[in-house]
């Protein structure tokens, strides 16, 4: 993780790897294994890629919130 942002009212990781178009909604884990949140933004060019802009997490916290 290298940051986060406001997106639409909450929070968002931003990551320093490339994720990729098709992976949305996937599981973004830790080193340790754990589940950080799910992939909300990728691209189909990793050699164009900013991370401000397209590798996005939605955090887990947020997640759980929505359960209740």
Known sequence: MIG??????????????AIVVGN????????NGKVI????TGTSERSDANPEDQFGV???????????
């Open 4 to 17: 986060s942002r406001l997106h639409f009212s909450f929070r968002r990781y931003l990551l320093d790897k």
């Open 24 to 31: 949305s909604g996937g599981p973004v884990i830790d080193m």
């Open 37 to 40: 949140g799910v992939a909300a």
């Open 58 to 68: 939605i955090p887990i916290s947020y997640l759980m919130k929505l359960e209740k």
